[in-house]
């Protein structure tokens, strides 16, 4: 299973970015999980934002209302739209994946992506 990441880079206070992340290989894409998560420099990873199977989103408290997390089955693909982004969202971002297959659960993850947020 691969992940890719993409869209990333440097962007200014107030600016917005759509992070993508193409999912290939043996992987049920509908009936995973999909997440985004995210590492600033010398900080824990942590959850940015999640999408279920069904449909149904969830995200960390300072994202609400400002970034949207999306899934496309048909093309197989995980979408982070970041709006108004702020310094403090200047992270490494990755894309996950978890699945569930005969009671056990797989986690797979993307190389991560840059956003830098800066003047």
């Known amino acids: 299973v691969q992940l890719q990441a993409s869209g990333g880079g440097l962007v200014q206070p107030g600016g917005s970015l759509n992070l993508s992340c193409a999912v290939s290989?043996?992987?049920?894409?509908?009936?995973?999980?999909a997440a985004w998560y995210r590492q600033a420099p010398g900080k824990q990873r942590e959850l940015a934002a999640r999408i279920l199977s069904f449909g149904k989103a969830d995200y960390a408290d300072s994202e609400k209302g400002r970034f949207t997390i999306s899934r496309d089955s048909a093309k197989s693909t995980v979408s982070l739209l970041m709006n108004r982004l702020k310094p403090e969202d200047t992270a490494v971002y990755y894309c996950?994946?978890?699945?569930?297959?005969?009671?056990?659960?797989?986690?797979?993850w993307g190389q991560g992506t840059q956003v830098t947020v800066s003047s």
């Open positions: 996950n994946m978890e699945e569930v297959r005969a009671m056990q659960k797989y986690d797979y």
């Open positions: 290989g043996s992987i049920m894409f509908t009936t995973s999980d």
